[in-house]
């Protein structure tokens, strides 16, 4: 069973910048994807970014060049650098695993076994 807590949210104003952690614990995978999603309310939940066991990483349009996904591996802990908030960027954030490498499917939740709880992300103009 693997566990994944988020932490790092936060409010903050636009142009600022967060770094969410997630940290995962009972997992001894050598092959893996771990996700970040974002869900805002009324809306679909989003792939942010992801990164496989390998370091590949893979962003969504949206996010790219502001935000950076990255891994500890002693530390067993995930954590995506964001700056240049927009007002966009509020939602809720969460972090998710599963077994295989991410391949052209790492924005895909259906495809992931385990998730956090989420952390709150609020950007204000």
């Known amino acids: 069973q693997v566990q994944l807590v988020e932490s790092g949210g936060g409010s903050v104003q636009s142009g600022g910048s967060l770094r969410l952690s997630c940290a995962a614990s009972?997992?001894?995978?050598?092959?893996?994807?771990m996700g970040w999603f974002r869900q805002a309310p009324g809306k679909e939940r989003e792939g942010v970014a992801g990164?496989?066991?390998?370091?590949?990483?893979s962003y969504a349009d949206s996010v790219k060049g502001r935000f950076t996904i990255s891994q500890d591996n002693a530390k067993n802990t995930l954590y995506l650098q964001m700056n240049s908030l927009k007002p966009e960027d509020t939602a809720m954030y969460y972090c998710?695993?599963?077994?295989?490498?991410?391949?052209?499917?790492?924005?895909?939740?259906?495809?992931?076994?385990?998730w956090g709880q989420g952390t709150q992300v609020t950007v204000s103009s």
């Open positions: 998710a695993f599963r077994y295989d490498y991410c391949s052209g499917s790492w924005s895909r939740e259906w495809a992931y076994n385990y």
């Open positions: 990164i496989d066991s390998d370091g590949r990483t």
């Open positions: 009972g997992h001894t995978y050598s092959s893996y994807c």
